[in-house]
């Protein structure tokens, strides 16, 4: 059974950073491409950021050179880095995989805020 948590989140002020991690289990997750997904309200959920099972990320144009995701496949972890954070980037943040089909963690709220 494919399992993800994610953790982190939060309040923060404008310009401000945040981290947030998503624990795998139930996936050989190594071999897998890892992705972030946000939902603002009222709008589609969308594509933030991806990560191949060999390293290699990928960005939404509006969170490059803001964003950083990573893994660690001993600890079956992606990471998303978050800085230079701006109002618009308020949304629930989910963890994916496509495992047969997609999975999705509970999501996360980033709340990005004076």
């Known amino acids: 059974q494919v399992q993800l948590v994610e953790s982190g989140g939060g309040l923060v002020q404008p310009g401000g950073s945040l981290g947030l991690s998503c624990a795998a289990s139930?996936?050989?997750?190594?071999?897998?491409?890892m992705a972030w997904y946000r939902q603002a309200p009222g709008k589609q959920r969308e594509l933030v950021a991806q990560?191949?099972?060999?390293?290699?990320?990928d960005y939404a144009d509006s969170v490059k050179g803001r964003f950083t995701i990573s893994r660690d496949n001993g600890k079956s972890t992606v990471y998303l880095q978050m800085n230079s954070l701006k109002p618009d980037d308020t949304a629930v943040y989910y963890c994916?995989?496509?495992?047969?089909?997609?999975?999705w963690g509970q999501g996360t709220q980033v709340t990005v805020s004076s």
């Open positions: 994916n995989v496509d495992h047969f089909g997609n999975y």
């Open positions: 139930g996936i050989i997750f190594r071999l897998y491409t």
């Open positions: 990560i191949t099972s060999r390293g290699v990320a």
